[in-house]
């Protein structure tokens, strides 16, 4: 007789990190590769859900969910976003849970942690467009805002550019300048810090490599301290004057339909009509597959902007499944020993 026993893996974040799944060069080439998969129709990609709960925080939970047809896994990204956390409770601002289904029978075969993998994503995602828009001899990057996403960043900033040299940082407070040093110096130990102290200007003016991952809604990056040749990552809301979007060069995003429903700084432009379609230079998929050039001189100015396509984060969660089983970390869960109906102390339990 057919076992109807249904049982899937559990993986916390630390049996995920146990087992090496923090390896940001792996996750920059999966981030690649399924950007080519995407362009290839191999992702079913369906809308996500949005629950918001607090207009003006915008705390919500989104469900997200994509399926990677030729691995034939189906998976969800449960998401909480609730942006006060940090400042007022001492708490991460991002929470994440996956689960993954097979889809052959249809039964789960992962609930894992999603924090990780939704971190790295966004640090991966900016570094792949880096590869392609970012001066090769890039040695300076600067940051406005020193928070997880801030930190993926410069881990995956210095994967695919190896000679950076010097990192300056800046946040609301200095505590969280000097942790963000604490906890990255030990990691790169090639690379100098510089606590700006609050200073914006002194963190980006003249950096090769600029990024803003911050939860402020502000013009707070200036268009003047922007030098010919730099490459902007741009990760969070309204974070700079419009002028640094009209003096770049190109502007490359991950997904441009979508940049034009949000919020953030070329969202604001194009409702504004400030920006057209035309503006547009490339979506990242089409700098990976070749079918756009990527930076074409030392002097372009470049503007990347990505808000989030969550089918990366299935794909990042499944190499991990991967690796983290390989590895054998985590836990075996039952889901059902049997069918509802076949308990045999079935008439004990149906309560009517
Ligand atoms: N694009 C994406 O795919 C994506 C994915 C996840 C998160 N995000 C966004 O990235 C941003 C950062 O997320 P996080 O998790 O790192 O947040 P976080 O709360 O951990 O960090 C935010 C940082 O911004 C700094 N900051 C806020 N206002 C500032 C100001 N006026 N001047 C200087 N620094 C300021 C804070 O000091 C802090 O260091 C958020 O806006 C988040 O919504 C984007």
Same mark, same amino acid.
């Given at each position: 007789?057919?076992?109807?026993?249904?049982?899937?893996?559990?993986?916390?974040?630390?049996?995920?990190?146990?087992?090496?799944?923090?390896?940001?060069?792996?996750?920059?080439?999966?981030?690649?590769?399924?950007?080519?998969?995407?362009?290839?129709?191999?992702?079913?990609?369906?809308?996500?859900?949005?629950?918001?709960?607090?207009?003006?925080?915008?705390?919500?939970?989104?469900?997200?969910?994509?399926?990677?047809?030729?691995?034939?896994?189906?998976?969800?990204?449960?998401?909480?976003?609730?942006?006060?956390?940090?400042?007022?409770?001492?708490?991460?601002?991002?929470?994440?849970?996956?689960?993954?289904?097979?889809?052959?029978?249809?039964?789960?075969?992962?609930?894992?942690?999603?924090?990780?993998?939704?971190?790295?994503?966004?640090?991966?995602?900016?570094?792949?467009?880096?590869?392609?828009?970012?001066?090769?001899?890039?040695?300076?990057?600067?940051?406005?805002?020193?928070?997880?996403?801030?930190?993926?960043?410069?881990?995956?900033?210095?994967?695919?550019?190896?000679?950076?040299?010097?990192?300056?940082?800046?946040?609301?407070?200095?505590?969280?300048?000097?942790?963000?040093?604490?906890?990255?110096?030990?990691?790169?130990?090639?690379?100098?810090?510089?606590?700006?102290?609050?200073?914006?200007?002194?963190?980006?003016?003249?950096?090769?490599?600029?990024?803003?991952?911050?939860?402020?809604?502000?013009?707070?990056?200036?268009?003047?301290?922007?030098?010919?040749?730099?490459?902007?990552?741009?990760?969070?809301?309204?974070?700079?004057?419009?002028?640094?979007?009209?003096?770049?060069?190109?502007?490359?995003?991950?997904?441009?339909?979508?940049?034009?429903?949000?919020?953030?700084?070329?969202?604001?432009?194009?409702?504004?009509?400030?920006? =057209?379609?035309?503006?547009?230079?490339?979506?990242?998929?089409?700098?990976?597959?070749?079918?756009?050039?990527?930076?074409? =001189?030392?002097?372009?100015?470049?503007?990347?902007?990505?808000?989030?396509?969550?089918?990366?984060?299935?794909?990042?969660?499944?190499?991990?499944?991967?690796?983290?089983?390989?590895?054998?970390?985590?836990?075996?869960?039952?889901?059902?020993?049997?069918?509802?109906?076949?308990?045999?102390?079935?008439?004990?339990?149906?309560?009517?």
């Amino acid at each position: 007789m057919t076992s109807h026993e249904v049982d899937f893996n559990y993986f916390s974040q630390e049996h995920l990190l146990n087992a090496g799944c923090f390896d940001m060069r792996l996750i920059v080439e999966v981030v690649e590769q399924t950007l080519l998969d995407f362009e290839q129709g191999s992702i079913m990609f369906p809308e996500k859900i949005v629950q918001i709960f607090n207009q003006r925080t915008q705390e919500r939970i989104n469900c997200l969910p994509a399926t990677m047809l030729d691995e034939k896994i189906c998976g969800m990204k449960w998401v909480s976003v609730f942006p006060d956390n940090p400042h007022k409770y001492d708490l991460q601002n991002l929470s994440a849970i996956f689960v993954l289904s097979e889809i052959e029978h249809g039964f789960p075969v992962a609930v894992m942690d999603g924090t990780l993998a939704s971190n790295m994503r966004v640090g991966a995602v900016g570094a792949v467009a880096a590869k392609h828009l970012a001066k090769k001899d890039a040695e300076i990057i600067g940051f406005i805002g020193a928070g997880e996403q801030a930190k993926m960043h410069l881990l995956a900033m210095k994967v695919v550019r190896p000679g950076l040299k010097v990192c300056r940082v800046s946040a609301l407070t200095s505590e969280e300048e000097q942790e963000f040093i604490d906890q990255l110096a030990p990691i790169l130990p090639d690379m100098e810090f510089i606590a700006a102290k609050g200073n914006v200007k002194m963190a980006m003016e003249g950096a090769d490599i600029l990024v803003t991952a911050t939860s402020a809604q502000a013009p707070l990056l200036k268009a003047e301290w922007v030098k010919p040749g730099a490459f902007y990552s741009h990760v969070g809301g309204w974070e700079d004057e419009y002028e640094v979007v009209s003096q770049s060069d190109k502007i490359v995003c991950d997904d441009w339909k979508t940049v034009t429903h949000r919020t953030q700084t070329l969202s604001r432009m194009y409702k504004d009509g400030l920006l =057209s379609d035309h503006d547009l230079h490339a979506d990242l998929h089409e700098l990976v597959s070749g079918d756009k050039p990527g930076r074409e =001189s030392d002097e372009e100015r470049i503007y990347f902007n990505a808000v989030g396509l969550s089918f990366l984060d299935i794909a990042i969660a499944l190499t991990m499944y991967k690796r983290a089983k390989e590895a054998g970390v985590g836990q075996s869960l039952e889901l059902q020993h049997e069918m509802i109906f076949e308990h045999a102390d079935i008439v004990n339990k149906v309560h009517l």
